[in-house]
């Protein structure tokens, strides 16, 4: 079946611009995560969903950073005002809910470059 | 706060070499342990997990053993291939009280030389 699957797959922009980065998860995956890898680095976790509430969003690093996931299945990290330092690759995952042990499938991320 | 330390790349090895990637943690509960592979080009992929102390996760030939005692989940293979190069990533994942997230370290690059 389908992974989880992330658009755009690159994004460039300028300094102070707003951004959206879209994530869809395996269809049914009721829990998703958003994690920014920087080069060089691990993943490091920004938020955490389960359905369409955010119960967990202690990794955004400032108020800038923003995501939703209106109707429980694709979510979308906004990021305003980017500045260089948010250039990373932006790393969606999902699971099923039966479990929070459950494996978290990944995407393939979107690279994100701040000129 | 948890955290994993892993060792540091790059690493370089000859195919069928022994392979042993050290992975330590903190944590303030009882973590699962996973180690994620990052082919190039690719996504990260779990490769072997743990769940609780003494639980040995294995896959692909590669194992590794969850000791609580020195808080480690090193990552070994006997015989390494030149399909094995890849980015090789140590992580522990928590849940408390609806908060759940993996913590990742460093990763560490993996080459295998024919």
């Known amino acids: 079946g389908a992974g989880v699957s992330q658009t755009p797959s690159n994004k460039v922009t300028e300094k102070g611009k707003y951004v959206e980065l879209r994530c869809d998860p395996i269809?049914?995956?009721?829990?998703l995560y958003w994690y920014r890898q920087s080069l060089g680095q691990g993943p490091e976790f920004l938020i955490y969903?389960?359905?369409?509430?955010?119960?967990?969003d202690s990794g955004l690093p400032n108020d800038r950073f923003f995501a939703v996931r209106p109707e429980g299945s694709v979510s979308t990290l906004k990021i305003q005002r980017t500045e260089r330092g948010d250039s990373a690759v932006y790393l969606c995952?999902?699971?099923?809910?039966?479990?929070?042990?459950?494996?978290?499938?990944f995407g393939p991320g979107t690279r994100l470059t701040v000129l | 706060g948890d955290s994993v330390t892993q060792m540091e790349g790059p690493v370089t090895l000859s195919e069928e070499a022994f392979l042993t990637i050290n992975c330590t943690y903190t944590?303030?509960?009882?973590?699962?342990l996973f180690w994620y592979v990052q082919y190039p080009g690719e996504g990260l992929q779990l490769l072997l997990k743990?769940?609780?102390?003494?639980d040995k996760g294995s896959n692909k030939g590669f194992e590794a053993t969850y000791r609580k005692e020195t808080t480690s989940f090193h990552l070994e293979k006997g015989s390494v291939q030149v399909s094995d190069s890849a980015v090789y990533f140590c992580a522990l994942f928590l849940s408390n009280f609806g908060n759940e997230k993996l913590t990742f370290g460093t990763g560490t690059r993996l080459t295998i030389i024919p």
């Open positions: 995952a999902s699971r099923s809910g039966r479990s929070a042990y459950n494996e978290q499938f």
């Open positions: 969903f389960q359905g369409t509430g955010a119960a967990d």
């Open positions: 743990a769940t609780k102390a003494d």
């Open positions: 944590a303030t509960g009882y973590p699962s």
């Open positions: 269809s049914g995956h009721t829990a």
